[in-house]
């Protein structure tokens, strides 16, 4: 299970865990984000309660941001300006592979070793966005450079793109945590689950130049 793409994802969450139960399902692993489990309140909180309460084995895995966010949320702005565009100062965060979440997932799915557990994953980089840009000039043979932006225009970005309001506001909140340095912290979960080292960002840079190369 994924949670979907709007603000109070437990909606739609808690009523699939109670079918996932009626339907005798044997496990299921559901991925929220990593700190959810900090406010009790939070609907990816509300949904992780739900599952670890309905009698099913389960594994949760609370992924960081994901290093794939550059090659397509992020990628407009790196697109037609050059420029990565985003609140967040000089924050660091331990960006992680979204094929290190995949990995992490199926090898809980298909084991029961570690089941009934929670796991926040990350990569092993602990990168600011400067330090993002640098590593994205090299891969893709053009000048990329980090720009901060004020939350408002990035809350007018995200509506331009789309995105309902609430879903907006959510990603600005979560954007405030990482600004905070909250998205700043290693852990060994993915290397713990899968047996491998977390994706390096320069590999994932190298794998995906091809979308920053004009």
């Known amino acids: ?33 990593m700190g959810v489990d900090a406010v009790e309140s939070s609907p990816l909180r509300q949904s992780e309660i739900a599952l670890e309460k309905s ?23 790196i697109q037609t300006e050059g420029r ?10 331990s960006f992680i592979d979204a094929r290190d979440i995949a990995s992490s997932a199926v090898a809980l799915l298909e084991s029961n070793t570690l089941k009934n557990q929670a796991f926040d994953l990350t990569g092993a980089d602990v990168l600011d966005h400067d330090e993002v840009a640098k590593i994205l000039t090299e891969a893709a043979g053009r000048t990329i450079t980090y720009q901060e932006i ?49 994706i390096a960002f320069r590999t994932y840079a190298k794998d995906y130049a091809t979308n920053w190369k004009k």
């Not at 699939?16 to 984000?33: C, N, R």
């Not at 992924?63 to 949320?73: D, E, K, L, R, S």
């Open 55 to 77: 009698g099913i084995d389960y594994n949760i895995i609370r992924p960081n941001w994901f290093m794939q966010n550059f090659n397509t949320f992020w990628l407009h702005g």
């Open 1 to 33: 299970l994924s949670p979907p793409g709007f603000a109070d994802q437990s909606q739609v969450l808690k009523p699939l865990i109670e079918q996932a139960k009626l339907a005798g399902f044997k496990k299921v692993v559901l991925m929220t984000a």
């Open 150 to 198: 004020t939350p408002e225009v990035m809350r007018q970005g995200l509506l331009g793109a789309g995105l309902p309001q609430d879903y907006a506001e959510m990603m600005l909140a979560i954007l405030g945590f990482f600004k905070e340095g909250y998205s700043a912290r290693t852990t060994n979960a993915v290397e713990q689950i899968t047996g491998k080292k977390p």
């Open 84 to 93: 990565i565009l985003l609140p967040v100062a000089k924050a660091k965060g």
